[in-house]
């Protein structure tokens, strides 16, 4: 090996000696084996098992201790890849991005880890580039659209009608299926649900929770940029029967593939790029500057809170994802919302690191709102609550309680925070917390602005509980404030301007 490493060297010292000629370097010879097109769309294509060309200096691999190693490649997947973009572009007049390997699997294999994928540096730099192109698509797509899909398209034989689908039984599309619910990947309308519609078969079958066949369930590339390891890409592996990509089968596979690609990109994804989204970035005197987390554990109910919000005219609005609060983005808003769905699921997908920087920037003077999963977030009752609001959550076990119309009975401090002349107001609720006090020694006590005086009690919750705990409260924490609705002001017609109220309460003092 080190004499190797030291003829290459060698070659290298007399090529550079030479004046006036250029040759390719290591990578430059890597970036001719793997096909890279950046896209305007929010979908990535991959492809690593289609290629056929031999990588100069690296011989066959040996897959010694190789866990199921296979040096065989799934034949026509490039060809399949490359028509699919193509037919993507005609139908959505805008191209995916475009990952294919031109390599044979023999030489690397790039849907491996590393050490089960290469025998030799000169491999290494070529699957370095496969992977480096994903994770520069991956990221260009949660920047310019704020989440988006990977489709990872291979071959086998063992089921040569039907297409197999690989997430690791949903890791891998955490985002989407958190984001949306688990119709996304296993109903209709979700793409393999679209693919079944249009007489392909597929396997799990639409509409059940079968498992992902073993062994075709996902493997290193969708587990290393799908949405299980965080972020808000998603990714699916395509296994497809041998019989659906010979020569003559591929036009209408890609025909389908495509109107099921079109169909899930219309109900799931936002082909319009973020900065045309982001309202009125730059702020105008008086403007107050909200963010609204939009990430895994926001519920639909976020877009009815983005809809109310729009008509707030001194509101401009900054869609925000986990990544963006870590990241700083805190520090040019002056209120963060987190909207109703799963309180446990943006506690725990914003981290201790996000939950200490939201933390910080209402400690700082910043405003803080809760509504619903929001509000349980809010709590200081779960090890991913953010600690905000001095409340425990009453009847923990039967969160599921159902939803409806419900009346609550506002304080008289509610009533002049809320400025309502009412008192009492009938509001949609959808599970949110029965707040009660918890008296934490750290976090100022909070004021209850309203209680419920009705119940929903579904699901095996007990009567009688629901009724007198808390349903909207706000507390002090730090030089910020703190607001909570545990019913949806935004999704009850008509009381859409408590959120506005609550806005004028908690935004930075400082401000007009
Ligand atoms: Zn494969």
Redesign the pocket.
């Known amino acids: 090996m080190p004499t190797r490493i030291h003829q290459v060297v060698l070659t290298l010292c007399l090529l550079l000696a030479s004046p006036g000629l250029r040759f390719a370097s290591a990578q430059e010879k890597a970036a001719s084996l793997v096909t890279i097109e950046s896209g305007d769309l929010p979908i990535i294509l991959s492809a690593?098992?289609?290629g056929h060309d031999a990588i100069a200096n690296v011989a066959e691999r040996q897959g010694e201790g190789v866990e199921r190693f296979?040096p065989r490649?799934?034949s026509n997947?490039d060809i399949l890849t490359e028509r699919l973009a193509d037919a993507i572009e005609k139908k959505l007049s805008k191209r995916p991005y475009v990952v294919i390997a031109r390599f044979h699997?023999k030489y690397v294999d790039a849907?491996r880890r590393g050490r089960d994928a290469y025998e030799s540096e000169e491999a290494k730099v070529v699957y370095d580039s496969y992977h480096q192109a994903l994770a520069k698509a991956r990221s260009q797509v949660m920047e310019r659209w704020g989440r988006g899909i990977l489709f990872d398209?291979?071959?086998?034989a063992v089921e040569p009608k039907a297409i197999l689908r690989g997430t690791q039984n949903g890791k891998t599309t955490a985002h989407l299926v958190g984001r949306f619910g688990r119709e996304t990947l296993i109903g209709e309308t979700s793409l393999f649900g679209q693919l079944a519609s249009q007489g392909l078969p597929v396997i799990p079958a639409v509409g059940t929770d079968d498992r992902e066949r073993v062994g075709y369930d996902g493997?290193y590339t969708v587990i290393t940029h799908g949405s299980g390891s965080g972020g808000t890409l998603d990714a699916i592996?395509l296994?497809f029967g041998n019989e659906l990509r010979s020569n003559e089968a591929i036009p209408s596979t890609v025909s389908k593939l495509t109107d099921a690609v079109a169909a899930f990109a219309k109900q799931y994804l936002s082909t319009e790029e973020r900065a045309a989204l982001v309202e009125r970035k730059e702020r105008r005197t008086g403007q107050v500057r909200v963010g609204v987390y939009c990430d895994v554990g926001a519920g639909p109910s976020h877009k009815d809170l983005l809809k109310a919000l729009q008509k707030f005219e001194d509101v401009s609005v900054r869609k925000l994802m986990a990544d963006d609060i870590r990241n700083g983005a805190l520090g040019d808003i002056d209120v963060l919302i987190q909207p109703g769905g799963s309180g446990g699921g943006q506690g725990r997908h914003l981290g201790e690191n996000g939950r200490e920087t939201i933390r910080s920037f209402i400690r700082e003077g910043g405003g803080f709102i809760g509504i619903c999963g929001g509000a349980f977030l809010a709590s200081a009752d779960y090890s991913w609550s953010l600690n905000v609001l001095d409340a425990r959550v009453v009847d923990r076990n039967h969160w599921a309680r159902g939803k409806g119309t419900v009346q609550i009975e506002l304080t008289d401090a509610g009533r002049q925070v809320l400025k309502s002349k009412e008192q009492q107001l009938q509001i949609f609720y959808a599970q949110g917390p029965l707040l009660a006090p918890r008296n934490h020694p750290d976090i100022a006590d909070y004021e209850t602005l309203a209680t419920f005086k009705t119940e929903i009690a579904e699901n095996g919750a007990p009567e009688g509980v629901m009724k007198g705990t808390t349903a909207i409260a706000r507390g002090d924490f730090g030089r910020g404030r703190v607001f909570c609705f545990s019913p949806h002001p935004e999704m009850t017609e008509g009381l859409e301007p408590l959120v506005h109220v609550a806005i004028d309460y908690v935004k930075r003092k400082h401000l007009p």
């Open positions: 690593p098992h289609g296979n490649s799934d997947t699997r849907n398209i291979h071959g086998q493997g592996q296994e």
